[in-house]
C-alpha cells in the first residue's frame, strides 16, 4: 500500500514557475514507478510525465516537453515537478500516481495503482 499527497499548487502568472511535491509513504516506494496527470474541467485525465524506479528513464507529454522536469528522492519518498514557463493551459488539477508500469504504458492512467487527492494549478493570462 502507497499513499500520496502532493502539494505545491496555487495561482500563478503565465511565465511563471510552480515546484509540486508528491510526498509518499511506506518502505517501497522505490519500486513503483511514478506519474504526473492532470485534469482540467470538462476534461479527460491527460498524461503528463513519468519517471522510472531509479529516475533513469523521464518521459513527458509533448505539450510540457522542454518546460517541465520530474525528479524523485527515494531517500525521501518523494517525486517532483518542476513547472516553468507556464501557460493559461497548464491549468488543472494535478495528481500524482504509483505504480509498475513500464515503457509504453505510462501514458495510460488506469495502470497506475495509487494516486493522491490533486493539488490545484491555477494559471492567469
Known amino acids: 500500500q502507497v499513499q500520496l499527497v502532493e502539494s505545491g499548487g496555487g495561482l500563478v502568472q503565465a511565465g511563471g514557475s510552480l515546484r509540486l511535491s508528491c510526498a509518499a509513504s511506506g518502505r517501497t516506494f522505490s519500486y513503483y514507478t511514478m506519474g504526473w496527470f492532470r485534469q482540467a474541467p470538462g476534461k479527460e485525465r491527460e498524461f503528463v510525465a513519468y519517471?522510472?524506479?531509479?529516475?533513469?528513464?523521464?518521459y513527458y507529454a509533448d505539450s510540457v516537453k522542454g518546460r517541465f522536469t520530474i525528479s524523485r528522492d527515494n531517500a525521501k519518498n518523494t517525486v517532483s515537478l518542476q513547472m516553468n514557463s507556464l501557460k493559461p493551459e497548464d491549468t488543472a488539477v494535478y495528481y500524482c500516481?504509483?505504480?509498475?508500469?513500464?515503457?509504453?504504458?505510462?501514458?495510460?492512467?488506469?495502470?497506475?495503482?495509487?494516486w493522491g487527492q490533486g493539488t490545484q494549478v491555477t494559471v492567469s493570462s
Open positions: 519517471i522510472s524506479w531509479n529516475g533513469g528513464s523521464t
Open positions: 500516481a504509483a505504480g509498475k508500469v513500464y515503457s509504453g504504458a505510462y501514458r495510460t492512467a488506469a495502470n497506475y495503482d495509487y
